[in-house]
């Protein structure tokens, strides 16, 4: 069964400074993951999609990730933090197959700092 | 452009009076998913639709219910709500299944109250 963990809880930055999200994931075959952004009361906006055609993966707002299957991780990493990046994250695995479910990390709220 | 529409945006419902949730998509996709979401939690699947298949999870109550009359529209009916069905409720979409066509793209949500 494939698995999802968030190491972190909780991350607080300081505007302009790096982020660093961490993810780990368990599958028994070569996943598609995934970060999703969820600003409150909204919905879940897609981040980036890795899907092995390429181990860096750059997303949108400037927000890229490494996946590195000796480590079954998936860090979400950005150069430098704004306000407007304060939300919470999913890390995501699908279940490739039919109807491929998905499966949500815990998430990570992202708190970032004046 | 191309979406995942859920109307109403917010819904309060009385305890036992039914409710029906609406999605619509823009983007032709063959799977529609029904997510609840609680507070603080990550969204949990309820079932899925792949074109008229409908797929149910094992754990979604017998009160949570799903029509998709077309391609383009899905509902969601809570038969009798109860207060442990507050939640936001999130609709997806993606064009298939597999690594080239999986992704799902969510609407905004229904933010749904019982009183």
């Known amino acids: 069964a494939q698995s999802v963990t968030q190491l972190d809880s909780h991350v607080s930055v300081s505007e302009g400074t790096p982020v660093l999200l961490r993810c780990n994931y368990s599958?028994?075959?070569?996943?598609?993951l995934f970060w999703y952004v969820q600003h409150p009361n909204k919905g879940l906006q897609l981040l980036l999609k890795y899907t092995s055609a390429a181990t860096l993966v750059k997303g949108i707002n400037g927000f890229e990730a490494e996946f590195k299957k000796s480590e079954t991780s998936f860090h979400l990493t950005k150069p430098s933090a704004h306000m407007s990046d304060a939300a919470e994250y999913f890390c995501v695995v699908s279940d490739s197959g039919y109807g491929n479910k998905l499966v949500f990390g815990a998430g990570t709220i992202l708190r970032v700092k004046s | 452009d191309a979406m995942v529409i859920q109307n109403p945006r917010y819904q309060v419902t009385q305890f036992g009076k039914p409710v029906t949730l609406s999605c619509s998509q823009t983007?032709?996709?063959?799977?529609m998913y029904w997510y609840q979401q609680k507070s603080s939690q990550a969204p949990k699947l309820l079932f899925h639709?792949?074109?008229?298949?409908?797929?149910n999870e094992a754990d979604t109550p017998d009160n949570f219910q799903s029509r998709r009359p077309n391609t383009s529209f899905c509902f969601l009916d809570i038969r009798s709500p109860g207060l442990g069905d507050a939640a936001m409720y999130l609709c997806?979409?993606?064009?298939?299944?597999?690594?080239?066509?999986?992704?799902?793209?969510f609407g905004p949500g229904t933010r749904l109250t019982v009183l």
């Open positions: 599958s028994s075959y070569s996943p598609s």
């Open positions: 983007l032709n996709h063959n799977v």
């Open positions: 997806a979409t993606s064009r298939g299944a597999g690594a080239a066509a999986d992704t799902q793209y």
């Open positions: 639709y792949y074109d008229k298949d409908f797929n």
